[in-house]
């Protein structure tokens, strides 16, 4: 058991199944009753994936990638009781700018959710002449004001931390291209404002193990703990039948998160069930969110699977950071610190 402490608030009914009897090595086990979301989950949107979702009061909140029936993704809000039976809205998030004036993204895929102080931010990808990120803010879910977008295109898989550092918003986010990118790293950003970003740094890196040999990006909003960051992200092997895309587990230094303290060198899920090996893009799984409960050490990560619905997979802890740390394997690149 080890001594440390995750920093976050008490969740004393994030969704939970124990480890089944016999799993003995994996660090992470499903949801015996996944797929939590199905196909044609709300009319005109066909299915639901790559989604997050957080703690609301007593209750749960989500947004979530809609694949609309004419194809295009687009981010709908979603609210729940116990975190696994969601009740969607049927029309899209309505994003408005600083003046109240209705401002949609032409599409918008992959949101992730945050809170940081008073606020919650809604982080996504879009077009701006390419895929870029694009980023609003609420305080009750009713009004969503967009802000700026924070990068030049290309870019995805921007997740915010869920508190300033040293002072800055901190962003990490992946820069790529605009297809079905065939290379990728993880960088962080920092922000004063959420307008003006700079101190880019590299955090990780693909290529140095198989599984993520293509490449790699942030999941999940990073849990705070005494020993660092804990982030879920994806990480993609190019295989002759397509990429595939498994569950990866980190610890970034928790005043500077641009040096990787620990980084597990195999996956902590990949896909093996039939609903994420097959659907609209087999043999996926793409981690947006955590529910995670500081007081029992309970993890609940959510994630896309196969392009088509939505999973849940449950971790301990104690045990996922033993097992990181049992497993690490930091490369030079991983460390250094604005060396390039
Ligand atoms: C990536 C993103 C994800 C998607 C994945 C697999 O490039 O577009 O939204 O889940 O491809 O198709």
């Given at each position: 058991?080890?001594?440390?402490?995750?920093?976050?608030?008490?969740?004393?009914?994030?969704?939970?199944?124990?480890?089944?009897?016999?799993?003995?090595?994996?660090?992470?086990?499903?949801?015996?009753?996944?797929?939590i979301?199905?196909?044609?989950?709300?009319?005109?949107?066909?299915?639901?994936?790559?989604?997050?979702?957080?703690?609301?009061?007593?209750?749960?909140?989500g947004?979530?990638?809609?694949?609309?029936?004419?194809?295009?993704?687009?981010?709908?809000?979603?609210?729940?009781?116990d975190?696994?039976?969601?009740?969607?809205?049927?029309?899209k998030?309505?994003?408005?700018?600083?003046?109240?004036?209705?401002?949609?993204?032409?599409?918008?895929?992959?949101?992730?959710?945050?809170?940081?102080?008073?606020?919650?931010?809604?982080?996504?990808?879009?077009?701006?002449?390419?895929?870029?990120?694009?980023?609003?803010?609420?305080?009750?879910?009713?009004?969503?004001?967009?802000?700026?977008?924070?990068?030049?295109?290309?870019?995805?898989?921007?997740?915010?931390?869920?508190?300033?550092?040293?002072?800055?918003?901190?962003?990490?986010?992946?820069?790529?291209?605009?297809?079905?990118?065939?290379?990728?790293?993880?960088?962080?950003?920092?922000?004063?404002?959420?307008?003006?970003?700079?101190?880019?740094?590299?955090?990780?890196?693909?290529?140095?193990?198989?599984?993520?040999?293509?490449?790699?990006g942030?999941?999940?909003?990073?849990?705070?703990?005494?020993?660092?960051?804990?982030?879920?992200?994806?990480?993609?092997?190019?295989?002759?039948?397509?990429?595939?895309?498994?569950?990866?587990?980190?610890?970034?230094?928790?005043?500077?998160?641009?040096?990787?303290?620990?980084?597990?060198?195999?996956?902590?899920?990949?896909?093996?069930?039939?609903?994420?090996?097959?659907?609209?893009?087999?043999n996926?799984?793409?981690?947006?969110?955590?529910?995670?409960?500081?007081?029992?050490?309970?993890?609940?990560?959510?994630?896309?699977?196969?392009?088509?619905?939505?999973?849940?997979?449950?971790?301990?802890?104690?045990?996922?950071?033993?097992?990181?740390k049992?497993?690490?394997?930091?490369s030079?690149?991983?460390?250094?610190?604005?060396?390039?």
């Amino acid at each position: 058991m080890s001594d440390i402490k995750m920093i976050a608030p008490a969740v004393s009914n994030v969704p939970w199944q124990e480890r089944p009897a016999g799993l003995k090595d994996a660090p992470v086990w499903r949801y015996t009753e996944n797929p939590i979301i199905g196909r044609n989950p709300v009319k005109g949107v066909a299915r639901i994936f790559n989604s997050a979702v957080m703690p609301y009061g007593d209750e749960f909140i989500g947004v979530f990638r809609g694949e609309q029936t004419n194809g295009i993704p687009y981010i709908y809000l979603g609210r729940s009781k116990d975190a696994i039976h969601w009740d969607f809205d049927e029309n899209k998030i309505p994003f408005v700018d600083s003046k109240g004036k209705s401002f949609m993204p032409l599409y918008a895929y992959d949101p992730r959710l945050v809170k940081v102080e008073d606020t919650y931010y809604i982080i996504w990808c879009q077009d701006f002449y390419g895929a870029a990120i694009g980023m609003a803010k609420t305080k009750d879910f009713e009004s969503f004001e967009r802000v700026e977008n924070p990068f030049l295109p290309y870019n995805r898989n921007a997740v915010l931390f869920p508190r300033k550092i040293n002072g800055n918003f901190v962003m990490l986010s992946r820069p790529s291209d605009s297809g079905h990118t065939p290379f990728g790293d993880i960088f962080v950003s920092e922000s004063p404002d959420l307008t003006f970003w700079g101190k880019h740094r590299h955090v990780m890196g693909r290529g140095s193990n198989w599984w993520e040999s293509l490449k790699i990006g942030s999941g999940a909003t990073p849990i705070e703990t005494s020993e660092g960051w804990l982030l879920f992200y994806h990480g993609v092997s190019g295989t002759c039948n397509g990429y595939v895309y498994s569950i990866g587990g980190a610890i970034l230094d928790l005043e500077n998160p641009s040096i990787v303290k620990y980084r597990c060198e195999t996956f902590l899920l990949t896909p093996e069930e039939w609903y994420e090996e097959r659907g609209f893009v087999p043999n996926v799984i793409f981690p947006c969110a955590t529910i995670h409960d500081s007081e029992s050490g309970k993890i609940a990560i959510y994630y896309g699977s196969a392009d088509s619905y939505v999973g849940l997979a449950f971790t301990k802890f104690d045990e996922i950071i033993d097992y990181i740390k049992e497993h690490s394997n930091v490369s030079a690149s991983d460390t250094e610190v604005g060396n390039r």
